[in-house]
Structures are given as structure tokens and as C-alpha cells.
């Protein structure tokens, strides 16, 4: 992002203005939005650095758009906006179109859309991945060890138009094998870590399979399968650490319920 700078004055009962700069490196857009929730108009300007401009609680809520999400219902005022963006290799654009009522099919419109302008410049992709390695290690955590397999892919992207892409990437999954060694069977043993806790149906306890991420030239310090289970492992005990405490450990360790390598 580079820098993040951010100015807002409160201004009578429930009314403010806010003014903010941000980044080197932000998506190249112009936007005016709207937001009914907190009653706030925004304008936003980005080409290398943006600047948004924000008035909040001085629009009334009857003013705003509103929508009906059942025939015949109570209508409720709807987020909308007027914006061109760049992002992704696509030329993004709305005009006056809320995401809600976009959603359904029969309310396409040509007012909202994208562009893949990347996608004609570079011409038809072929992707191909090849495995290159295949190691396994024990990773550390408060209530034992964990079995985890780190598998290397070599990636080339080839386009039509477009120079020749190739690079690494990593797949390292929580488990281990079972039976014998010609035919042994992967069995998948999840690594638990706290729910997110963001709505009531993640409040439990959640766990993580595998995860996939690319090596050189992306993330060139991770060149050796060990780095890339220590990336694992980092990720593991990061989201451990946000979602709990530095020192989670699951329910099913302290009931003495979970089979773990000790």
C-alpha cells in the first residue's frame, strides 16, 4: 500500500466528514457510492495513489434507492454506485447498479460488467503443471506433531500472444498414509484451529486440510519443500494466535480425544 493517511471531523449530531490518502499502489478507479447503512456519500480518484471523500449522516434515508427482495414486501434502501475500475486484467464499470438486484439473471444489464482486455491481449492460455517433489515432515504445535506432505509443482502458463510464464508452486496437505508401502492410501488429518467466529455457524472449531501457494518468482524465499511446510506451519500458528491466543490448543487434546503423534 506505501503510506495510509486518514482526517475525519465529527461535525454536530451524527454527521462528519472524512478525508483519506492511500497507497502507491492502488487499483486505478473513479468512484461515487452510496451507503445507506451509515448514510454516507463517497467520492474515491486513483491513478498510482487514491483519495477518498466521504460525507457521513447528512443524507437522509428516505433519499436513498430502495429495493423489494420479496414481491410485495417491506423495500429497504440498497448500496449503489457510479464507477470505472481497473483490476485483474478487466476494465470494471456500474452505473447506478446495486449488487443485489444485479444478482438475478433476468436483471443483467449492459449498465454493469466487465471487460477481460488482458485476456484478448495475451490470447488463448494453455496451463500446465508438472509434480517435480514430494517430501514429508513433522510440524510442531502446542498439543503435538502433525504429519504434513509438501508436494512441488512446476507451472508453465503459455499464451497466443503473450511470453511464456513459468514458475512454482506448492501444495502442502495436513495427513498421512496408510497400508502398504506400494499401495499405501492418503488419509487426510485436519489440523484444528479456532472458528472464525464472525457469524453463529463458525463460532466452533474449524481446521485446515491443505493450502496451495506459488514459489519463485511470486514468493522467491520459498524455493525448498521445508520453507514451504514452515509456511504451512507459520500460517497454522498465525491464525491460531488471531482467531484464539498464542497459546490455543483444541478442545478434543484437552478431552484426550485427539490421536496426535506425541
Given at each position: 500500500?506505501?503510506?495510509?493517511?486518514?482526517?475525519?471531523?465529527?461535525?454536530?449530531?451524527?454527521?462528519?466528514?472524512?478525508?483519506?490518502?492511500?497507497?502507491?499502489?492502488?487499483?486505478?478507479?473513479?468512484?461515487?457510492?452510496?451507503?445507506?447503512?451509515?448514510?454516507?456519500?463517497?467520492?474515491?480518484?486513483?491513478?498510482?495513489?487514491?483519495?477518498?471523500?466521504?460525507?457521513n449522516g447528512w443524507i437522509p434515508r428516505s433519499w436513498f434507492?430502495?429495493?423489494?427482495?420479496?414481491?410485495?414486501?417491506?423495500?429497504?434502501?440498497?448500496?449503489?454506485?457510479?464507477?470505472?475500475?481497473?483490476?485483474?486484467?478487466?476494465?470494471?464499470?456500474?452505473?447506478?447498479?446495486?449488487?443485489?438486484?444485479?444478482?438475478?439473471?433476468?436483471?443483467?444489464?449492459?449498465?454493469?460488467?466487465n471487460f477481460d482486455f488482458m485476456g484478448m491481449l495475451k490470447?488463448?492460455?494453455?496451463?500446465?503443471?508438472?509434480?517435480?517433489?514430494?517430501?514429508?515432515?513433522?510440524?510442531?504445535?502446542?498439543?503435538?506433531?502433525?504429519?504434513?506432505?509438501?508436494?512441488?509443482?512446476?507451472?508453465?502458463?503459455?499464451?497466443?500472444?503473450?511470453?511464456?510464464?513459468?514458475?512454482?508452486?506448492?501444495?502442502?496437505?495436513?495427513?498421512?498414509?496408510?497400508?502398504?508401502?506400494?499401495?499405501?492410501?492418503?488419509?487426510?488429518?485436519?489440523?484444528?484451529?479456532?472458528?472464525?467466529?464472525?457469524?453463529?455457524?463458525?463460532?466452533?472449531?474449524?481446521?485446515?486440510?491443505?493450502?496451495?501457494?506459488?514459489?519463485?518468482?511470486?514468493?522467491?524465499?520459498?524455493?525448498?519443500?521445508?520453507?514451504?511446510?514452515?509456511?504451512?506451519?507459520?500460517?497454522?500458528?498465525?491464525?491460531?494466535?488471531?482467531?484464539?491466543?498464542?497459546?490455543?490448543?483444541?478442545?478434543?487434546?484437552?478431552?484426550?480425544?485427539?490421536?496426535?503423534?506425541?
Amino acid at each position: 500500500m506505501g503510506f495510509n493517511k486518514r482526517k475525519w471531523w465529527p461535525i454536530g449530531n451524527n454527521h462528519s466528514i472524512s478525508i483519506e490518502v492511500a497507497g502507491w499502489k492502488s487499483t486505478p478507479h473513479i468512484i461515487f457510492l452510496i451507503e445507506p447503512d451509515e448514510r454516507k456519500v463517497r467520492f474515491s480518484l486513483a491513478l498510482g495513489f487514491a483519495v477518498y471523500i466521504s460525507l457521513n449522516g447528512w443524507i437522509p434515508r428516505s433519499w436513498f434507492p430502495t429495493m423489494s427482495y420479496t414481491k410485495g414486501g417491506d423495500r429497504y434502501p440498497e448500496e449503489r454506485e457510479i464507477s470505472l475500475k481497473i483490476h485483474g486484467g478487466h476494465f470494471w464499470w456500474n452505473f447506478w447498479v446495486s449488487d443485489d438486484w444485479s444478482s438475478w439473471t433476468k436483471n443483467k444489464t449492459w449498465r454493469k460488467g466487465n471487460f477481460d482486455f488482458m485476456g484478448m491481449l495475451k490470447g488463448k492460455h494453455k496451463y500446465e503443471r508438472r509434480e517435480a517433489d514430494r517430501r514429508q515432515f513433522l510440524l510442531p504445535f502446542l498439543e503435538g506433531l502433525y504429519n504434513v506432505e509438501v508436494i512441488k509443482f512446476d507451472r508453465t502458463d503459455s499464451y497466443t500472444h503473450w511470453p511464456t510464464r513459468r514458475m512454482v508452486s506448492w501444495e502442502v496437505r495436513a495427513g498421512y498414509y496408510e497400508g502398504p508401502p506400494n499401495e499405501a492410501n492418503w488419509k487426510d488429518k485436519p489440523i484444528p484451529v479456532e472458528g472464525k467466529g464472525e457469524n453463529s455457524w463458525d463460532c466452533d472449531e474449524d481446521a485446515t486440510w491443505s493450502i496451495s501457494f506459488p514459489g519463485p518468482p511470486y514468493k522467491k524465499d520459498l524455493n525448498t519443500p521445508y520453507l514451504a511446510a514452515l509456511y504451512f506451519w507459520h500460517s497454522m500458528m498465525k491464525s491460531r494466535e488471531q482467531r484464539g491466543s498464542a497459546k490455543w490448543i483444541p478442545q478434543g487434546f484437552k478431552e484426550k480425544k485427539l490421536n496426535i503423534i506425541r
